[in-house]
């Protein structure tokens, strides 16, 4: 089956250190790979995607390559800033008749001033 | 454009009783879903809808039920409400099948069963 795993958190970071979210995946086919980012008290928010191997997603000073030979998808983030403190979540698509995400656990980033 | 709505916000029910979760989208899109995501964990799929009338179950389905009777709404019903079913429900929409098409989330209803 398919299942994402992802770092447990919460990482605790200072203002403008570097972060990276570690996510790893099973996929049963070729899945396209995404990050949602949800900010306190909303709903999930599309962060960044890519979509085969060797892409690079990124948005807002985030990136994340999709790595096929290692199964990986990790978040970076070169300088962190205190309105990045959220719950980030990995997940994957493949192909499949009802375009259902299977999502990781999430992982909480607090970021201090 | 509103996007994906929700209501309510929260709900305390008592355990036993029943209530509807509304969600509506204003994108036409064609597939929905419900999630439910507990303290702590990822979100777990419980139905999903690829179009009026077309619903199919998910990963947690049990104590819920849903309809699709038109494209915009999405209702999900809790019968006979139980503790285990405490947790933060979403709703999602997306455009079609295939592709790396992204999901859509509203708000989220925060319930409490006691």
């Known amino acids: 089956g398919n299942s994402v795993t992802q770092m447990e958190g919460p990482v605790t970071l200072s203002e403008e250190a570097f972060l990276t979210i570690n996510c790893t995946y099973t996929?049963?086919?070729?899945?396209?790979l995404f990050w949602y980012v949800q900010y306190p008290g909303e709903g999930l928010q599309l962060l960044l995607k890519?979509?085969?191997?060797?892409d690079k997603g990124s948005n807002k000073g985030f990136e994340a390559t999709y790595r096929k030979e290692t199964t990986s998808f990790h978040l970076e983030k070169g300088s962190v800033q205190v309105s990045d403190s959220a719950v980030y979540f990995c997940?994957?698509?493949?192909?499949?008749?009802?375009?259902?995400?299977?999502f990781g656990g999430g992982t909480r980033l607090m970021v201090k001033p | 454009n509103a996007g994906v709505t929700q209501t309510p916000k929260f709900r305390i029910l008592k355990i036993g009783q029943s209530m509807t979760l509304q969600c509506a989208q204003d994108m036409n899109h064609n597939y929905m879903y419900w999630y439910r995501q507990d303290p702590g964990m990822g979100l777990k799929l419980i139905y999903y809808s690829v179009g009026a009338g077309i619903t199919d179950k998910g990963e947690v389905p049990n104590g819920y039920n849903v309809s699709r009777s038109t494209t915009e709404d999405f209702p999900l019903r809790l019968e006979l409400a139980a503790p285990s079913q405490t947790s933060v429900y979403f709703c999602?929409?997306?455009?079609?099948?295939?592709?790396?098409?992204?999901?859509?989330f509203g708000p989220g209803t925060r319930l409490t069963v006691t």
């Open positions: 997940a994957l698509k493949v192909n499949n008749a009802g375009n259902m995400l299977t």
């Open positions: 890519a979509t085969k191997a060797d």
């Open positions: 996929a049963t086919g070729y899945p396209s």
């Open positions: 999602a929409s997306s455009v079609k099948a295939g592709g790396p098409s992204e999901q859509y």
